[in-house]
Structures are given as C-alpha cells and as structure tokens.
C-alpha cells in the first residue's frame, strides 16, 4: 500500500468497542449547526452584503467610535480594578482564616447567576446621588450613577469572578517553603511578593484580566439602568447595536455586530495561549 | 479571649515562622481582610441588600400585592415555560456532545469544543440579534415567514431560540471535562460484557458523571431564567405576551413602579442564592466545577 492510499485509508475516528459515535455525533453536530453557527454566519453574511465603504462608515462613524471609546475604556479600566482587587480578595481567601469565610467564598459567584437585569437596578439605586453609597460621594462632585464612573463599576462587579476565580488556584499553588526558604535568607515582603509569588500567579492574573474584559466589552444588561445612555457619552457598543435594530437598520447593526465578534474571538485566542502559556509555566516551575 | 491566649498565638505564631516580623503580619492580614470586605460590601452586599429593601419598602402587603399584577404572573410563566424548554433540550446536548467527545477520538475534536463554547465568547445582544437577522422582517427569512404568517421574532420562539443560544454551552462544558478525566474502562468492560447501548449509558456512565450533570443544569437553568441582553433584542417588550421576568424588570423600574420591580427582582435572587446554594453542595460532593 502506498502513502496517498494509506493517507485516504486513515480512519476520521479511531476505532472503539463503544456504541452510539453516530447518533451522539451527528446530534452535537445538528444541533451546533443549527443553534449556534448558521445563525453566526447569517450575521456576517448581512454584514458583507454592505460594500466595504458603507461598512467602514458605518463602524467608524463619530457615535460609533464614541461607543467604542467607552465600551473599551470603561472594559479596561475595570478590568484593572479586579486586577488589584481580585487579587487581594483571591489572597484573603486562599492565605488567611476569618468568620464566615466560607460564605464570602461562595457568594464570590454571584455576579455569574445573578441576572444582569437586577444587578443593573441594584447598583444603580445604590450608586444614584440619595442611594446607599451615593450620597456620600455627591458632596465629592463625584457622580457614579448615568456616568461613566457608573459603567466601570458595573464592568467591575461583573468582571470581579472571573479574576477571583482563576488567581485563587494559582495562589493556593505557591509553595509556602519557597518564601519561607526565601524569608530565611532575609529577603524582605515585597521581594518575596515580586520573586515568588508574582511570577507564579501572572499568567493566571492576565487571563483573569483578559476574561474580566472580554465580558465586560460585550456586557449589556447590567450596564444600560446605570449608564445614562446619551450618545458619545454613556452609551456602549452593544446598546448601538440594539438602537440600530430597533431602527431597522440591520445592516448598520450587523457591521458593529462583526465588529464585536472579531473582538471577542481575538479575546479568545489571547486567553487559549494565555492559558496554555500558564500550564507550560506550571510544569517548568513544579518539576 | 484574655490577654495570655492572645500573647500565647504570638507566641506560637513567632515560634512556628522565626524571623517572621508578627506585628507587621497581623496588620497586613486586617488591610488584606479589611480591603476584600470593604470592596465586596460596595459592589455586591449593597446591592443585594438594597433588592429586598427597596422591595418592602412600602410593607409586606404591597411586595405581595405585586405579584398579583397579571403582567407579572404571565412574565413568571413565560420565564418558567422558556426554561422548561430549554434547559432539557440543552442537557440532552450536553449528553450528547460529552459522549460523543470524551468516549471517541476524531480528527477536529478541540476544534469542535471550541465551537460549543462560542456563545459564552459572544454579547448577549449578539446572540440575540442573529435570530433577528434571520427571521426578522428585514432578515434573510422575514418575507418568507409573513407569506406564511409564522412570527419567530417578538413572539415565543425568537426567546426560546435566543435563550437556547445564550445556554447552549452550560452542561456541555461541565461533562466533557469530566468524562474525559473518568476515562471509558468502566464503559468498554459493560459493553464487552455484553450490556446494550443504553444499559451502558444509563447504569455505568451516568452515575458517575451526575454531579457534573447537576452542576451544569442548575448554571444552565440560572441563565436561561435570567437572561436579559439576548432576549431583549428578540422579545419585542410586549407586555403580558412576551416579557419574561428580566423584561418586566426593565419595563416596571423604568416606569418607576420600584416595588414591583424590585418584588420581582427579589425572586430572581433568590434564584441565585439558590443555585449558589445547590452549586456549593454539589462541590461538597468532591466535584470541582470546570
């Protein structure tokens, strides 16, 4: 048998003594296609039915650009703020005890099953200028609630799991003896911090960074009670995207709609390699 | 406490990590402490709070009072009826999918893992909208489905669809991580012993993996409830026929009915400290969720 027929030859599965790869296959397969990627592809098909100067206006045009502006710069500012928080938040839950420790951990998840819809009201009457938190900041001049302060505290309660939740294994992972061999040899705290603990947690603290932003770009329900949503100023891409639709501007919605979709499989890329640029770190740093 | 036990935990603390400057680590522990609750207590202890306060406001008799608005008993039916379906339609794909990936090696297999976890990649307005562009008035289908009086979008179906988009991944990417860690010796022995397909699935596999299933059911059903973004774009905002419960919040909150709002708010978190409850006894089962 020569190669091209072997190539030919070669099974699309390996062989197994185990029933139901058609039916259970062919199921994923339908469904998928059905749900999830015809639907995708009729967004992008609507988008190229645009001709490349129509898109181009239409995604670079000034209220666009002004939403961009504030999607990626409230997305990004959060995701910083988890970057210290999470990780002090992270640190307290792996290194210290407390009371009611075991509470605070679970309820760490609650930005995940909370709906969108009631911590949208929520923060927002908390953060308006007579709520809970707001009225000691009106005095201040700082308003939170229909500004974009408001965006980026929205952002950051969302995106604050997501940081958590990937520092927290990375932390538990340090080697105590490491910083107490380290501590021995009088190295000082912020030494330790920065030789030990620092480059073991990085990878895990970018992809959290990355993830807390990737879902803060395309947040929506959360954001729009507290944002204001004046154009060029409170308003977010995906909130564009809806008053497009409303407006039976569907190509118009679809062009900002592939715009987001690159965003977000560009995001995804970057977390796979983030992800396995941590597990390569892992086994060097274990062995 | 008297002050010997507290000099005694210096004491042992001093002894157990020598060099260690004592004083300095106690006051690092109360700022890392102080700091976490601080920051969780502003952005979501406040929060949370404020959803019950604001729903009595007025007394026990009007947060009960709202539900008996009919907007609002049909938006709870209408929440209950999209995840009655979707959910199981959702976990029959993830038992479908796990199988097909974890117990069977093929060509493209992370492709196709990565392609499940699409929609958790994409805005919720998104996985709304493509629906919209499909069977919108304006979409590829639109004219077709008037011709044929079948409404998909601002009706019942454009929810369920868009619902079915948002949790498509849920209970997959629980169990094909976990089928995959089980491995298929338990499987390959039944089924060599001469147990039939399903015998197999349901006798061998499925008790092993059924925390794993839990887990992904109750994160997929919490989503499917409370989803907004998608939803939102498909739903029309018609009250009382396609409003689901996040939608009425929406429309109650911004006509400044904040009882109503809130009372129904108040379920949907119970729902979440619920799930959050369900979640947590699953982990003490030993299972660690993906």
């Known amino acids: 048998m020569n190669a091209a027929v072997r190539d030919v030859a070669r099974p699309l599965r390996q062989p197994s003594v185990l029933p139901g790869f058609g039916l259970t296959f062919g199921f994923t397969t339908f469904f998928l296609s059905a749900v999830v990627l015809l639907p995708l592809a009729a967004l992008v098909l609507m988008a190229a039915r645009m001709s490349w100067h129509d898109f181009l206006h239409t995604i670079l045009e000034a209220r666009a650009l002004g939403s961009y502006r504030l999607s990626f710069g409230a997305s990004t500012l959060a995701a910083a703020i988890n970057l210290v928080f999470g990780f002090i938040i992270a640190w307290t839950l792996v290194r210290y005890e407390f009371p009611g420790k075991k509470i605070i951990d679970a309820l760490i998840d609650m930005p995940f099953a909370l709906p969108t819809a009631v911590s949208g009201i929520a923060l927002t009457t908390v953060f308006a200028q007579n709520g809970w938190i707001g009225q000691y900041l009106e005095p201040f ?63 895990a603290m970018l992809t959290g960074f990355a993830l807390a932003f990737a879902r803060g770009v395309g947040e929506y329900g959360s954001v729009i009670f507290i944002a ?14 809806v008053i497009k639709l409303e407006e039976f501007d569907y190509k118009g919605a679809a062009a900002l709609g592939t715009v987001m979709l690159v965003i977000s499989f560009t995001m995804l890329l970057a977390i796979n390699l983030l992800q396995a640029w941590g597990r390569r770190r892992h086994v060097r740093t274990t062995r | 406490m008297d002050a010997k036990d507290v000099a005694n935990i210096f004491i042992d603390e001093h002894a157990a990590r020598p060099g260690r400057d004592t004083l300095t680590t106690s006051l690092v522990r109360a700022f890392f402490i102080t700091v976490s609750l601080g920051f969780l207590a502003a952005l979501l202890f406040a929060p949370l709070a404020t959803v019950f306060v604001m729903a009595f406001e007025k007394g026990v008799q009007a947060y009960v009072h709202s539900f008996v608005d009919p907007d609002t008993a049909s938006a709870i039916k209408l929440t209950l009826f999209t995840a009655a379906v979707v959910v199981p339609l959702n976990t029959l794909f993830g038992l479908a999918a796990s199988w097909a990936i974890a117990k069977f090696e093929f060509r493209g297999k992370s492709f196709l893992i990565t392609l499940i976890d699409l929609p958790l990649a994409v805005s919720p307005v998104i996985s709304g909208m493509v629906y919209v562009l499909l069977f919108g008035l304006q979409g590829w289908f639109g004219v077709w489905l008037q011709d044929h009086d079948i409404s998909i979008i601002f009706a019942l179906p454009g929810i369920v669809l868009a619902t079915m988009f948002v949790t498509f991944p849920y209970v997959a990417r ?20 001469g147990a039939g397909a ?22 997929c059903n919490a989503r499917a409830m409370g989803e907004f973004g998608a939803v939102s774009v498909v739903s029309g905002h018609i009250r009382g026929l396609t409003n689901t419960m996040p939608l009425h919040i929406e429309i109650l909150y911004n006509e400044y009915n904040f009882v109503g709002a809130f009372a129904v708010a108040s379920l949907l978190t119970l729902l979440a400290v619920l799930t959050l409850i369900v979640k947590t006894l699953v982990e003490r089962t030993g299972y660690k969720g993906h």
């Open chain 1, 228 to 241: 204001g949503n004046l154009p060029m100023k409170t308003e977010i891409t995906p909130l564009l995207i």
């Open chain 1, 141 to 203: 001049g700082i308003k939170v609630a229909y500004t974009w302060i408001g965006v980026t505290v929205a952002l950051t309660l969302i995106g604050m799991p997501f940081m958590v939740r990937t520092v927290q294994p990375a932390l538990a992972e340090v080697q105590k003896d490491l910083e107490d061999a380290a501590e021995t040899l009088g190295a000082g705290r912020f030494h330790i911090f920065r030789r030990i603990i620092l480059p073991t947690v990085l990878p």
């Open chain 2, 174 to 193: 629980e169990l094909i991580p976990l089928m995959q860690q089980l491995g298929n010796d338990e499987e390959e022995a039944a089924i060599t012993l």
């Open chain 2, 198 to 219: 399903w015998m197999t699935f349901f006798r061998v596999t499925l008790p092993k993996v059924r925390w794993g299933l839990v887990y992904g059911v109750i994160l």
